[in-house]
């Protein structure tokens, strides 16, 4: 069966390899960027190109939605990848730069589900991929920013899953460990992390940030097999014949820091539970 997919973000990095990935398999791929001339690697593959901002309005994206279902309709796949990980120390990242990561990992997720939700019903079937993140998880310092707005994806996506399974629709959350992927660099060239204030009390923890960085091209995580795994799991290949999961992690050390985190959480929830059940009314 051949698919219909909507990647956001496809110009570079996980996007572009999904992308490449899903035209490989014979699938049709409308893929967006900011700025369409750097789609010319999908394009030349077969891919539709989009230009797609999501600081647009949701007039605007809803506009450019409904365009998409008159040309290319039904689309059987949306991907919520566009993206970038605002990493640093929270006091010195000052609230514009905040709201713009708010703007573009988790408002433009949430104008693109609500662009396309009313299709998929009418079309009862659809599978939305939100990207999220490792980062979403645990206490590390640094990732508080973006950690938080991959959590609000995670979140948004298990209740809207419950809300639209009756219409055949399946909204899920993907969570990547580190991947090898152009991120910093692209970032980098877009100003962030230029010019912000430092304090000097946090000189110390200030150098995760440059650990961080200096670790990212050595990262355990392969785009193409990202794309392989998103594709098998929307063809419902192998281990995705029966079901598909509502969260699904990707690599190695996302497994583990999950289990890490998860195991932590439970064992301090069982050590305050006297606590935790004494706010109850007593008549309970
Ligand atoms: N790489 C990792 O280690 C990793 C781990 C966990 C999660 N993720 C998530 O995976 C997704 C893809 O990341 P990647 O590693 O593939 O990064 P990437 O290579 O930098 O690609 C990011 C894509 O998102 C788009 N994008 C970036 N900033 C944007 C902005 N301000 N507004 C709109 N679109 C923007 C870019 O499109 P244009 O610039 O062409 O518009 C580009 O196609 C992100 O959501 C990221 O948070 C990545």
């Known amino acids: 069966m051949t698919l219909t997919w909507f990647i956001t973000g496809a110009s570079s990095g996980l996007g572009l390899a999904l992308a490449k990935t899903a035209l490989a ?9 900011r700025e369409s001339s750097r789609l010319a690697e999908i394009v030349s593959q077969g891919a539709i190109p989009l230009t797609f901002n999501s600081s647009d309005s949701p007039q605007v994206i809803n506009s450019i939605i409904s365009d998409v279902f008159k040309k290319h309709g039904p689309i059987d796949v949306v991907v919520n990848n566009a993206g970038y990980g605002e990493i640093g120390i929270f006091e010195e990242i000052d609230y514009p730069t905040i709201e713009n990561q708010y703007q573009v990992n988790v408002f433009a997720p949430i104008k693109v589900l609500q662009g396309f939700l009313p299709y998929l019903r009418s079309q009862k079937s659809g599978l939305i991929i939100n990207v999220g993140s490792v ?13 938080s707005t991959k959590a609000a994806i995670k979140k948004l996506s298990a209740s809207i899953d419950s809300e639209v399974k009756e219409f055949g629709i399946r909204v899920i959350v993907v969570e990547p460990g580190p991947f090898r992927t152009p991120i910093v660099k692209n970032y980098s060239e877009q100003g962030v992390f230029k010019d912000r204030s ?9 150098k995760m940030v440059d650990m961080f960085f200096s670790h990212i091209n050595q990262a355990s995580g392969d785009p193409n097999r990202f794309g392989k795994a998103l594709v098998k799991l929307a063809h419902r290949e192998e281990e995705f014949k029966e079901s598909i999961p509502c969260v699904l992690a990707l690599g190695e050390y996302t497994y583990e820091r999950k289990n890490g985190v998860f195991a932590d959480e439970l064992e301090e929830m069982k050590k305050y539970k006297n606590v935790t059940f004494s706010t109850d009314n007593p008549d309970m």
């Open 25 to 33: 398999k014979g699938d049709k791929v409308i893929g967006t960027s």
């Open 135 to 147: 980062a979403a998880f645990g206490s590390d310092p640094i990732s508080g920013i973006y950690g």
């Open 198 to 206: 430092t304090i000097k009390d946090y000189d110390e923890s200030r």
